[in-house]
């Protein structure tokens, strides 16, 4: 699945009306999660990664909030999400045939699994 950066732009930045962006955060207020103790237990993280090591997540979520509202006559739209289900971190590697292949590191991670539940038997 290809992703999109959420990073901020410079002009971004100085339109947000968001906590921290004045600041020049890299990212928007509701782009980050916290993770407590009870939560890191649940998902079996015992060792904590570096600061700013970059990992990948797979999560389901609800829509706990929507909305639409006008702005200096422009439409503007949120959603609030709440995570229910989430996989372990994975560590971020990037490949260039995984850019290229759409479900690429899909089939990767299942010709894993598959060769782990082989092993064992």
């Given at each position: 699945m290809k992703m999109t950066s959420l990073k901020r732009t410079k002009a971004g930045n100085k339109e947000a009306v968001s906590p921290g962006a004045a600041d020049g955060e890299e990212y928007g207020y509701g782009t980050r999660i916290n993770l407590d103790h009870d939560d890191l237990e649940k998902l079996g993280?015992?060792?904590?990664?570096?600061?700013?090591s970059a990992h990948e997540i797979h999560a389901r979520v609800r829509v706990r909030r929507t909305e639409t509202a006008e702005r200096d006559g422009e439409k503007r739209r949120s959603m609030e999400l709440q995570i229910t289900h989430m996989a372990p971190l994975k560590p971020y590697k990037a490949e260039a045939s995984q850019e290229q292949k759409p479900g690429a590191g899909v089939r990767r991670d299942l010709d894993d699994a598959y060769d782990k539940s082989a092993a064992k038997k």
């Open positions: 993280i015992e060792k904590l990664p570096d600061t700013e």
